[in-house]
C-alpha cells in the first residue's frame, strides 16, 4: 500500500487525474452494472416463474380430468395423456426439458421419456413437489444451464390424483442476462474513451497552465527573470498567472535596485581603497618630483654644458614616467570595470598589490613576505584579484598598529586553488568572527573603515563559487583562507 501511494506521489497532476478520473469510472460503471445485472436477472426469472406457474395450473384441470375418466374406464388408461404430454412438450416455446406425471407415490405414470415409465422418483426436489400442497418451483443445475422444476398439485378439493412435474430451462434467461453484461461493459469501455478524451481537453485547459507556470517558476533565478506565463482568459487560472508576472516583475525591479545599491556600494568601496592609497601615492609622486626640480635647477645653473644637459632631461623624463605609471595606476584601480577573467600569475598580482601599499607597509614599519610559487597560474579578473587582496592588505595594516608581518602563501592541488593572507596583528574577538564579512560591521574607529572592505572580498570570491574562512587568535594574529574551485564554474556569479 506504501508502495503505491509513493508511486502515485511521483505521477504528475495530470497522470493522477487522468488514472484517478478512469479508475472512478470503472468502479462507478461496475457498480451500476451489478445492479443493472441483479435487477435484470430478477425480472427474467420472475416472468419465468410467471409462465411456468400459468403453464402447470393450465395443463393441470385437463390431466385431472383424464386422470378420472381412466379411473371410471371411460377412457384406455394412459394413451391419453401420453399424447397431450407429448404434445406438450413439443411445443417450442415452452422451453420444457422434461413434463411427467407422477401419482401419489411418485410413480411416473406418464412422461415425454417413455423410458422413464414406471420409475419412481425419490429426489428430494419430487418428495418436495409431493407433498406441496400448492404449485411448488425449485431451482436446479442442468446439464449447461440452469433450469426452474415446479411441482403443481393434481387435486380435486382434499381428493389428490397426483403430481405433474416439469422442468423448465433458462438458457434463454442466462443468455440474456449475458447480453446485459456485454451491454455494459462495452458501455463502460466506451464511457472510459470518451471520459479520456474529455480528460485530455480538461487537462489541457486547466492543467498545462498550472504546468506551464510550474516550468517558469522553476526556471526563474535571480539572475534570470525575463520570463512570462501565456495568460488566456479571465478565469482563476489566468488571474494566478497575471499574479506570478506581477510577482517577477516586481522582483526583477527590485533586483535591478539591489543591483544598482550593491554597485554602489563596491564602488564607494573601491573608492575609499584609493583614499587609503592617497599618502602611498603622494609618496610616490613626491619623490620624481623633487628629483625633476632638482634636475631643472642643475640645468638652469649648467644649461651650456651639452652632456649634462643630456643627462639631466634623462633624468626627468624618467620621473615623469614614473609618475605617470603611479597616476595611471590609481586611475586604473578606481575606474569601474566590466568582469574580464584572464589567466594570470598569481604571484605577480601580489606584488603588483604590494606596490599600492609599499609605503604605507614601510611606514607603519610592517614586513612583507610573498611565498606564493612562481608557477602558481589561475583565472581571475585582475581588478577583482586586486581589490579582494587589497582589502585584505588593508585591514592587516589596521591591524598592526606597532608593525609585525604581513605573509601571502599560495597552492593548487586536487581540491581547488588556496591563497593565506596572514598578519600578527591583534586578532579578532570570538565574537566578532561570525559578523566579519557582514556589510558595514567595523570595529575600527569612525573614519577609519566603511565597514565593507571584507564584505566586498567576501563578494568577489563568491562570484568566483570560491570559500573565505578565518583563523584568528586574539594578540597573536588573523589568517584568511581563501580556496576556489578548479575549474571555477562558467557563467560567473552576477554575469547573465
Known amino acids: 500500500m506504501n508502495r503505491l501511494i509513493r508511486l502515485l506521489s511521483r505521477l504528475g497532476l495530470q497522470y493522477k487525474f487522468i488514472l484517478i478520473t478512469t479508475c472512478a469510472i470503472i468502479v462507478v460503471m461496475s457498480v451500476v452494472g451489478f445492479v ?24 393441470a384441470i385437463p390431466i385431472i380430468n383424464d386422470l378420472i375418466y381412466e379411473r371410471l374406464g371411460l377412457v384406455e388408461e394412459g394413451g391419453l395423456l401420453d399424447n397431450y404430454i407429448l404434445e406438450i412438450f413439443n411445443r417450442k416455446d415452452t422451453d420444457l426439458l422434461y413434463i411427467a406425471i407422477l401419482d401419489e407415490e411418485g410413480k411416473v405414470i406418464s412422461h415425454n421419456d ?19 400442497d400448492s404449485t411448488v418451483i425449485q431451482h436446479f443445475p442442468g446439464k449447461e444451464h440452469n433450469a426452474l422444476d415446479f411441482g403443481v398439485p393434481l387435486s380435486i378439493g382434499k381428493k389428490r390424483w397426483g403430481t405433474l412435474k416439469f422442468g423448465i430451462s433458462l438458457e434463454k434467461v442466462e443468455h440474456e442476462i449475458l447480453a446485459t453484461v456485454k451491454k455494459i461493459i462495452a458501455l463502460t ?133 614614473k609618475m605617470e605609471n603611479t597616476v595611471s595606476k590609481l586611475l586604473w584601480m578606481s575606474r569601474k570595470a566590466e568582469h574580464a577573467p584572464v589567466e594570470m600569475n598569481i604571484r605577480d598580482s601580489v606584488d603588483s598589490v604590494y606596490s599600492f601599499l609599499e ?6 614599519k610592517i614586513a612583507f613576505s610573498n611565498d606564493v610559487p612562481d608557477d602558481l597560474r ?48 591583534c ?10 564579512f557582514d556589510p558595514f560591521f567595523s570595529t575600527k574607529p569612525v573614519g577609519e573603515g566603511t565597514g565593507l572592505g571584507l564584505w566586498l572580498t567576501y563578494e568577489i570570491i563568491r562570484n568566483y563559487h570560491g570559500e573565505i574562512s578565518v583563523e584568528s587568535d586574539v594578540g597573536k594574529g588573523s589568517k584568511f583562507i581563501l580556496r576556489f574551485p578548479v575549474p571555477i564554474p562558467s557563467p560567473l556569479r552576477g554575469e547573465g
Not at 443493472?36 to 395443463?59: C, P, S
Not at 587582496?389 to 586553488?417: E, P, Q, Y
Not at 586578532?427 to 568572527?433: A, F, K, Q, Y
Request: charged share 25%; with cysteine; hydrophobic share 40%.
Open 359 to 364: 609605503y604605507k607597509l614601510k611606514k607603519g
Open 36 to 59: 443493472a445485472v441483479e435487477r435484470e436477472k430478477k425480472i427474467l426469472y420472475a416472468e419465468v416463474e410467471k409462465q411456468g406457474r400459468l403453464l402447470g395450473e393450465t395443463l
Open 114 to 132: 417413455i423410458t422413464e415409465y414406471g420409475k419412481v422418483y425419490a429426489d428430494a426436489l419430487t418428495q418436495k413437489a409431493l407433498r406441496g
Open 189 to 321: 469501455i466506451a464511457l472510459v474513451v470518451a471520459g479520456f478524451a474529455i480528460i485530455l481537453l480538461l487537462s489541457r485547459r486547466f492543467i498545462s497552465p498550472i504546468i506551464q507556470l510550474a516550468n517558469t517558476m522553476e526556471q526563474a533565478r535571480s539572475d534570470y527573470l525575463d520570463l512570462r506565463v501565456d495568460v488566456k482568459g479571465h478565469d482563476e487560472l489566468a488571474v494566478l498567472g497575471e499574479r506570478f508576472n506581477s510577482m517577477i516583475e516586481r522582483i526583477r525591479q527590485a533586483n535591478e535596485e539591489l543591483k544598482k545599491t550593491h554597485e554602489k556600494l563596491v564602488q564607494s568601496e573601491k573608492l575609499a581603497s584609493v583614499g587609503i592609497l592617497a599618502a602611498g601615492v603622494a609618496h610616490e609622486i613626491n619623490n620624481p618630483l623633487g628629483g625633476i626640480f632638482n634636475c631643472l635647477q642643475m640645468l638652469r645653473q649648467n644649461g651650456g654644458n651639452p652632456e649634462l644637459r643630456e643627462k639631466y632631461l634623462d633624468l626627468v623624463n624618467e620621473g615623469l614616467d
Open 378 to 425: 589561475f583565472v581571475f579578473d585582475v581588478h577583482d584579484f586586486q581589490q579582494m587582496l587589497l582589502n585584505l592588505f588593508i585591514n592587516a595594516i589596521h591591524a598592526m598598529k606597532d608593525g609585525g608581518t604581513l605573509t601571502v602563501t599560495g597552492n593548487k592541488n586536487a581540491s581547488g586553488m588556496f591563497i593565506e593572507v596572514s598578519d600578527t596583528g
Open 427 to 436: 586578532g579578532i574577538e570570538p565574537e566578532n568572527v561570525s559578523r566579519i
